[in-house]
């Protein structure tokens, strides 16, 4: 398959692309980010490396890093799913109502309500969460220049009303262990890390190929792990937009405010898009639409 000459067709198809859509100005510091930001790298198992346009430049992975806190939680065999399920939303992914409906235990850990109970968990079960997060990410994707963005994460604190209201309300429902102010600081770090789309697409990897870590035989996770958390990405990774994306794309994938995407397709590749332009349900829409052409012109997704 010659991706590089794929990957030049969605650029060019994508030009003249009429994005709708808007920066996540909630987080006053995403706001910054020119919109018209495109880049896109794949990452193949045989080492393959293809790209276009701005897909080394770091952006803020937000929503993402769901997928790594995740990861790491279950590479600590932590106990995780009495405290959230596994079911797609079909709210938004920042809803407050679905909770006191379902007695504080979140749908899924890529809605914020799951997002911070794992950050519960790593923050019981790690002596720096903060550190071992960034240097879990960072074995992952085999790059050490990874890091927090310290402006990010303060410009979500300041303003993260709706996260502060989902810690306080599972606290009261006792489904948080911790001081809600250590999670929800950890939490809006997890958030503001900044990777390219070379970066993430290295690091998504492991999720490709059964918890191996790229170009080495060691496993960071379990392959039965990798098997539940790309089921939960295909059927949670976008919220209410997970049948949609799963429809027009069908591959396992997470997105972020930030405006990045990633996908991968089980033994063959993980793929990183970045277009900070969001749809109203808070989905990349030119990313989607990016990732909608790489399985229509391959003929491959995992359906
Ligand atoms: N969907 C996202 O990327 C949301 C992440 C963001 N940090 C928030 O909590 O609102």
Not at 88 to 108: A, M, V
Not at 109 to 137: H, Q, T
Not at 215 to 234: C, D, L
């Amino acid at each position: 398959m010659d991706y590089q000459a794929i990957l030049n067709i969605i650029e060019k198809e994508l030009e003249s692309f009429e994005d709708e859509g808007k920066v996540a100005d909630y987080i006053p510091e995403l706001a910054f980010v020119p919109s018209d930001k495109f880049g896109m790298h794949l990452h193949c198992i045989d080492g393959g490396d293809y790209s276009f346009g701005n897909s080394d430049e770091k952006f803020s992975i937000q929503s993402i890093s769901k997928v790594f806190s995740l990861a790491l939680a279950k590479k600590h065999g932590s106990k995780i799913w009495k405290r959230v399920d596994v079911e797609p939303s079909g709210d938004p992914f920042n809803s407050l109502t679905q909770l006191e409906k379902e007695k504080g235990i979140p749908r899924n850990p890529f809605i914020n309500a799951g997002a911070l109970v794992i950050a519960d968990i790593l923050v019981s079960c790690l002596d720096n969460p903060k550190k071992d997060l960034l240097d879990f990410v960072r074995l992952i994707a085999q790059d050490d220049d990874i890091h927090y963005d310290e402006k990010v994460a303060s410009s979500e604190k300041k303003h993260g009303y709706r996260n502060i209201a989902l810690v306080n309300y599972m606290k009261a429902l006792g489904n948080i262990n911790n001081d809600v102010d250590d999670i929800l600081d950890f939490y809006f770090y997890q958030c503001s890390i900044s990777m390219s789309c070379h970066q993430l697409a290295k690091a998504f990897m492991i999720f490709a190929n059964e918890g191996r870590i790229m170009g080495t035989e060691e496993k960071a996770i379990k392959s039965n792990s990798t098997k539940r958390i790309n089921a939960i990405m295909q059927t949670c990774g976008f919220y209410d937009e997970a049948g949609e994306f799963s429809f027009r794309v069908g591959l396992p994938g997470k997105s972020g405010v930030g405006g990045g995407i990633v996908a991968i397709h089980p033994h063959q590749y993980a793929v990183a898009v970045w277009s900070p332009l969001l749809n109203e349900k808070g989905n990349s829409e030119k990313g989607m639409r990016a990732l909608e052409e790489l399985t229509t012109l391959t003929g491959l997704s995992i359906f």
